[in-house]
């Protein structure tokens, strides 16, 4: 039985899927199978992810029966596998416009012949038979779509006499899908040009560095490999240099064309490309785990996920049509019946509300602008997760910012060290290097540097990891040589009852230099001493906030855990008057939650680890600086891959741009569909007119999305 069987995901590729009324019957012939428990349509790349519990035989033999090829798909979809818009549709129109203009010559030379009616009637079946053929599909698959409304319409007008007017109707339909399909494939190559990005093959020294080279798929590449990676080559998987020193490009991910100088011990990202010098490096991981292959999954899933006003317009849509369908009904049938005019003038009025019911141009109305958008933020190296984030980004009223690693670069630097009294420098560095061995914090990074400058010999990691603990928003702490180290702020040193005493230390403890972080080492008999440290503001950051102010968000404020002084002047320097300070982890997630409470939509820009949970409760979450930790790209709503705090007012304009771009078409398709539903009941529109009209706005909607895909300009 099919419920005792296990679920199963499979991807199908559908070449003949090209617009939503296709889509509209791949769902219903599939969610009448017994066992398909989740339907997802990648529109865009023709691609139907289904979750089942059948045979994935039955699902494309269900696929088949509404003429609809499907083909599994084992890997990733490439730019190459998608082809363009079927050319049916092309020979189609050329065939009936070529017999409708040789009827209209013969009409005009000799309007008493026969033979321009035969020629317009030729036009019909030339052009219509297809569109016959796939109306019959919808009516059987009881999904009506414009095929079906086309056909009756068509069929109504043949059998009125006006065979002229249906071979112009016929025509034009047939036009219309030629440039709707190729409309959509300009926005579907955009999208799928993003996937070009990813490598294919790579050359790897086998025996390591001093090995023989050989080419082999970037697939089979192992983490440990020795990779060759010559000027003008792509990255294959994510690595560090291990020899050599060159330029990348990482446009791909970053959105920024300016070169980017790495050496030894840099990280390198697959799908960058190397510039002036070969680099030897090292395979960090497979390339189905890079950044690359995380951005292109989530822009996928990002493309499936809907808009909330993408959601309520297929809502509508979906009651509009039955409703103009009855309409239709109604026109043909009831004025004829109270005497207001014969029934074949009313019945073509009914045929012309049919064409009107078309939805394609209200269906289309926000996935082309949604899509467009996401394609537009992912070359700007701004991952979003969703359509819905980017809509939420557009609304947002109070922008919170956490310090270190977002408004400032978060790589410390220690700028002094002093010792109480019975201590030398060296021991202080030495004690808090042991302990911060164990750390992956800013802070611990820049004393292991200053330790190694030193000289100072560091224990190894792992000795400590039993021993080290996190004490959250105070420090760390460790065993060392038998005692327990303490490395963190005044806080916890209050906490286990040491204090400044008779150490000989500056009261202060360097507090004086507000821009400066001082960090305490001692033991629970004392304070051994103290690291001052720096960490630069970064210089774009002034510019984001005074660019959000002009944006008009009415509220910005600074989060962190910092001591006061050093909160207040980074806060100064950046432009933000509001800035609380000494903030635990569930301080953080309070503040947010008081924010979203006081101001609606509120986004939270972390560094995507530390902030998780408050990045979690912010209307959108932002990461900064994304690109080499999958652990941001998928916790954040948005992922920044450059470290650009720029990119934050970028997004919010381009989700601004988005929501607009969408209510001008909805607003346009509904007036246009409006006013031909009152000229149509009025006598005033004709068949053609109506196909012309709505093949107008189907590419007016459509050509007014693509409009996104031209970069967004940064806010001044």
């Known amino acids: 039985m099919d419920s005792d069987r296990q679920i199963t995901v499979s991807r199908i590729f559908v070449p003949a899927m090209d617009c939503p009324d296709e889509e509209k019957e791949i769902r219903t012939a599939l969610a009448r199978l017994k066992g398909v428990e989740e339907i997802v349509v990648h529109l865009f790349s023709r691609q139907v992810e289904v979750r089942h519990r059948c045979a994935l035989e039955e699902i494309l033999t269900a696929l088949r029966a509404i003429g609809m090829e499907g083909r599994p798909l084992g890997g990733a979809l490439r730019h190459a596998d998608i082809p363009e818009a079927v050319k049916a549709p092309l020979l189609a129109f050329w ?229 103009v369908l009855a309409a239709a009904l109604l026109v043909g049938i009831v004025p004829p019946a109270l005497g207001l005019g014969a029934l074949g003038v009313w019945a073509y009025r009914a045929l012309v509300l049919l064409v009107i019911a078309c939805p394609c141009a209200i269906v289309l109305a926000a996935p082309v602008v949604t899509v467009t958008a996401l394609t537009r933020a992912t070359r700007d190296g701004i991952l979003v997760k969703g359509a819905s984030h980017l809509e939420a980004l557009g609304k947002v009223h109070s922008v919170a910012f956490d310090k270190t690693g977002t408004l400032t670069r978060g790589k410390l630097r220690v700028t002094r060290v002093v010792a109480a009294d019975g201590f030398d420098e060296a021991e202080v560095v030495r004690m808090a290097g042991a302990v911060e061995a164990g750390s992956a914090h800013p802070a611990a990074e820049a004393v292991r540097h200053e330790a190694r400058r030193r000289g100072i010999a560091q224990a190894a990691r792992g000795t400590l990891a039993r021993t080290f603990t996190v004490l959250e928003g105070r420090g760390v702490s460790a065993e060392v040589e038998g ?70 968000v009415r509220h910005v404020v600074m989060l962190t855990g910092d001591r006061d002084d050093v909160a207040r002047a980074a806060g100064e320097a950046v432009g933000i008057e509001e800035v609380l300070s000494g903030l635990l982890p569930d301080d953080k997630l309070r503040k947010v939650e008081a924010l979203v409470a006081s101001y609606g939509t509120v986004a939270m820009v972390g560094d995507g680890v530390n902030d998780a949970p408050a990045l979690a409760l912010a209307s959108v979450g932002i990461a900064m600086g994304a690109a080499g930790s999958p652990a941001a790209i998928e916790t954040a709503d948005v992922a920044l891959m450059a470290e650009d705090l720029r990119k934050v007012p970028e997004a919010v304009v381009l989700g601004r741009r988005m929501v607009s771009v969408i209510r001008q078409n909805v607003v346009a398709s509904l007036a246009i569909k409006a006013g031909f539903l009152v000229a149509a009941v009025s006598g005033y529109a004709t068949l053609w007119m109506a196909v012309a009209a709505d093949m107008g706005t189907t590419l007016l909607v459509i050509g007014n999305g693509m409009r996104l895909l031209k970069k967004t300009e940064r806010p001044v």
Do not use: H
């Open 95 to 323: 065939v009936s416009a070529a017999l409708l203009c040789a009827g209209a010559l013969l009409f005009l030379s000799s309007p008493s012949s026969p033979w321009p009616g035969w020629l317009f009637l030729a036009a019909i079946l030339a052009g219509g038979g297809r569109i016959a053929a796939q109306g019959a599909r919808e009516i059987r698959n009881r999904s009506l779509g414009m095929n079906a409304l086309m056909t009756i319409s068509i069929g109504g007008a043949t059998l009125m006499g006006e065979w002229a007017e249906a071979g112009v109707v016929v025509s034009l339909y047939a036009l219309a899908n030629v440039l709707e399909a190729r409309s959509l494939d300009r926005a579907r190559k955009a999208t799928a040009d993003l996937f070009t990005f990813a490598p294919e093959s790579a050359v790897v020294r086998v025996g390591g560095v001093g090995g023989r080279e050989k080419a082999v798929p970037a697939e089979e590449v192992r983490e440990g490999d020795i990779l060759v990676i010559r000027p003008g080559q792509r990255v294959p998987v994510d690595a560090t240099v291990y020899k050599g020193v060159s330029d990348l490009n990482e446009s791909v991910l970053t959105g920024e064309s300016a070169p980017v100088e790495k050496g030894e011990g840099d990280p390198l990202y697959a799908g960058t490309v190397n510039g002036r010098s070969l680099l030897l490096a090292e395979a960090l991981r497979p390339l189905s785990e890079s950044t690359i292959a995380l951005i292109l999954r989530r822009v996928e899933e990002a493309q499936a996920r809907k808009a909330p006003i993408q959601t309520f317009m297929e809502t509508f849509a979906a009651a509009y049509t039955p409703a």
């Open 483 to 552: 005692r327990r180290v303490y490395v963190g702020n005044s806080r916890l040193f209050e906490e286990i009852g040491s204090s400044f005493g008779a150490t000989g230390l500056p009261q202060s403890a360097g507090g004086e230099e507000a821009s400066r972080t001082i960090t305490l080492v001692g033991t629970e008999q004392g304070i051994a001493g103290f690291l001052e440290m720096e960490d630069e503001v970064r210089p774009e950051a002034g510019e984001a906030v005074r660019s959000l102010a002009s944006l008009g």
